[in-house]
């Protein structure tokens, strides 16, 4: 398995505003995905975060929306933009090993 | 396109009953099916993987089967106990992509004391 850590692991954001959520695993992985879990629903892949290279966005959400950073192998970062009332979901980071796929704590970011 | 169903929705049990929760899929090519508890607030906690190869696999009180042709998996939890209180999600994967999950929307599950 792998340990993962996600920063913040909750905020509360003015509408308008952008934040950037962190994502750290404590060994290199090739796949690293981002779910977004909106209030009582079930979990929506947005894109799958590729080392050295754009992030592959699943339908629905856009680079300008979701910009995705996955500078090595350890690490990505998930920004989400001009935030708005509806982008207030848990958002979760997940890697893939062994063909099983593993979770962070996620980010519960609530826009006013 | 492939949508995964989780009956029943919720579940209220007395501790120490043993209990079963449904899982089926519409589009049986999957790769693998996963079953992940959550706690309120939190992430996502892997409890059992199921290859489309197997039929099932078990850990500790639980055991998930998996009929591929019918498109059904089930949890079974043995004995339950309060701290088996959260929420109970299933996920399959496409052969195309083994880590691209999609994801039921859940069983609310309480043990009372």
């Known amino acids: 398995s792998a340990v993962i850590s996600q920063k913040p692991s909750r905020d509360i954001c003015q509408r308008g505003t952008s934040l950037t959520i962190q994502c750290q695993v404590d060994?290199?992985?090739?796949?690293m995905f981002w779910y977004r879990q909106q209030p009582g629903q079930s979990l929506t892949l947005i894109a799958t975060a590729n080392q050295g290279s754009e992030a592959t966005y699943e339908s629905g959400f856009v680079i300008d929306k979701f910009p995705i950073s996955r500078p090595n192998l350890t690490f990505s970062t998930l920004t989400v933009s001009n935030m708005s009332p509806e982008d207030s979901s848990i958002y979760l980071c997940s890697v893939g090993l062994g063909g099983e796929l593993f979770f962070g704590e996620g980010s519960r970011l609530t826009v006013l | 396109k492939q949508e995964v169903t989780q009956i029943p929705a919720a579940l209220s049990v007395p501790e120490g009953e043993n209990l079963v929760l449904n899982c089926s899929f519409t589009?049986?090519?999957?790769?693998?099916l996963q079953w992940f508890r959550q706690d309120p607030g939190k992430g996502l906690t892997s409890l059992l993987l199921i290859q489309s190869s197997q039929r099932e696999q078990t850990s500790g009180r639980l055991n998930a089967s998996l009929d591929k042709s019918s498109g059904r998996s089930t949890l079974y939890i043995a004995a339950s106990q309060p701290g088996d209180s959260a929420t109970y999600l299933c996920?399959?994967?496409?052969?195309?992509?083994?880590?691209?999950?999609?994801f039921g929307s859940g069983t609310r599950l309480l043990v009372r004391p």
């Open positions: 996920a399959v994967s496409s052969m195309d992509s083994s880590y691209k999950l999609i």
């Open positions: 060994s290199q992985v090739t796949m």
């Open positions: 589009d049986s090519a999957i790769y693998n």
